[in-house]
């Protein structure tokens, strides 16, 4: 027998949240933006899995890329919560393991799913929240940095909008301590912005990571369910790795990227069947807004959403590159 | 046909955390005093559900009086955090809606599991964390306490404990508002103590609440299953309620509760056949430790642990109502 003959093909998606993403709703130099920083994204984790790298370390380096990149709604680009802060949310899940890390609320870390990693790896924990987290990420010795790192001023302007439609006070504008010449080229996407990654590497185990910024205008400390296991984040070995993006309370009251797992499992139907069953059907049913993408074991690869558009991007050892966008994109 | 052919018998099941629990563990004036706590607590849901109240509101009112009772980790009797303080988590869901409430990290709420129900109510949330959540709790009227009203002897002795064996500083004693003279009656069951009810109404309605102080010790604004919708807690008209119990990292790596749920709709098996395979087969393969009540739409009630006891009760409207504390009791 061929030592090659259990060796999977890696393959490899992400997203970088949905809402109303259309081809009216941007400039073209939008567009070029965001496929490009999709693709370059891609790429990455291509090059990785394609070297023998992890699952693990293809969604975390993933993660850290779009949560380096303003464009999209997770670390430096996050929104803005009500009162003019930026709380930070993050989770990753070792399909092979089991193992889960996950954190919610931070506000001084730069790469929130390395955070989430250091949990899982370094902590008897699978998930903190607030301050604490933030004394385990100064003692993992985990990258801070000032609150006015996550300024950007179209989500400073989101905010001021939403505020002033509801009539709330504005809290003073932060210290604007990084210009960045790619501000004009953030979409508002809608209340749906978030990155995530799933990934299969060569010795067939999976993995999933999420983060995000949560909603533009967020109050009360609110948790979405980006770092909510079983919610937004999800991989098991045994069935598949999902990263969701969208209304983050259906996603919650769905337990959906567990939802789609067990589907999987127990009906034994293609993935691409299960993830449109629930997120084009039951989501929709319950007025939910999102989407999802997913990876199994076999290399199966599937995303479905509900929204105008989703920023995608899928690649395999056997498959070119592509990106998504729009809804017809691929 | 008999309009009353569409009536469902009630049924009600609660747990008070599971852990070290056996004879030889506790004294005899502890036992007594666990199944009088137990037993009075079901016999006030018993009446709500008789008189037509709805699973919802018997969860609630059963997961209220256990936070209001020094003998379980929940509420007023929740364990030190090893900065000394104390912080509480919840979680509801109602199975006829999926609407869900949750709440981490809380430190002034009397009844977390009552700030839950609220932020389902009267939010558009569904998790709320933290100093946000307590800001939600205030504009709510939720009652709050001084911290003070969490000290009981018997837990601080737990922290003073474990803080000694970690060699860990010793935070200040905290105020000690409220002398109670039922200290010496709560029992240290380890890790594990949680509260928890599961109920069918008249409807045909279930929901779960859950509630806890968390662990012993705990750092880093460290969250467990508890509140985690989907992990400590779910509940669905299509499947059924749910609520654990136990080292909550592996029930959120395993997704405990709503495991049970989908392999109870997938796989068509009698619930307590779901919940015995799930804990103490699945649960007790990765290492971890606890227990569980679930109680589905056509009245099944199961009741699975893999520790050496577990403080529940049950009763339902053609049963005697039963408490257990042993591995045999029930």
């Known amino acids: 027998m061929n030592s090659q003959s259990s060796r999977s093909a890696w393959s490899f998606a992400l997203h970088g949240g ?7 709703a941007i400039t073209d130099e939008q567009e070029n933006a965001y496929r490009d920083a999709l693709k370059s994204t891609a790429s990455l984790a291509a090059a990785f899995l394609a070297n ?12 850290r890329a779009m949560e380096d990149d303003i464009l999209f709604n997770a670390g430096r680009g996050a929104v803005f919560t009500a009162d003019g802060r930026n709380d930070l949310d993050a989770a990753i899940m070792d399909g092979a393991t089991l193992a889960a890390g996950a954190v919610a609320g931070v506000r001084h870390t730069r790469h929130p799913i390395s955070l989430a990693r250091a949990v899982m790896e370094r902590s008897e924990q699978v998930m903190l929240i607030g301050e604490g987290a933030e004394s385990f990420a100064r003692l993992q ?6 609150s006015g790192y996550f300024f950007t001023e179209r989500r400073w302007k989101s905010l001021k909008r939403l505020l002033a439609k509801m009539s709330w006070p504005e809290p003073p504008r ?18 749906y912005g978030t990155v995530g990654a799933v990934a299969l590497d060569h010795n067939g185990h999976v993995a999933a990571a999420t983060s995000t910024g949560g909603i533009t205008g967020k109050q009360f400390g609110r948790v979405g369910d980006s770092p909510i296991i079983g919610a937004g984040c999800y991989a098991s070995d045994r069935t598949c790795a999902v990263s969701c993006t969208g209304g983050g309370e259906y996603f919650i009251r769905m337990v959906m990227a567990h939802s789609i797992a067990m589907r999987f499992r127990y009906r034994e139907e293609p993935l691409q069947n299960v993830t449109d069953g629930l ?5 929709t049913a319950i007025g939910g807004r999102g989407g999802v993408i997913a990876i199994a074991p076999d290399g199966q690869v599937a995303c479905s ?25 691929m």
Chains 1, 2 share one sequence.
């Open 52 to 63: 023998g790298g992890s699952a693990l370390g293809a969604v975390e380096m993933a993660v």
């Open 18 to 24: 949905a809402g109303a993403i259309s081809k009216g």
């Open 279 to 283: 997120v084009r059907h039951e989501l």
């Open 305 to 329: 959403f509900n929204t105008e558009g989703m920023y995608r991007a899928r690649v395999a050892e056997n498959s070119p590159l592509i990106v998504g966008l729009f809804g017809g994109d």
């Open 141 to 146: 010795k985990i990258e801070e940095v000032d």
């Open 174 to 191: 932060p210290l604007y301590l990084r210009p960045e010449p790619r501000d004009h080229l953030v979409h508002d996407e809608g209340k």
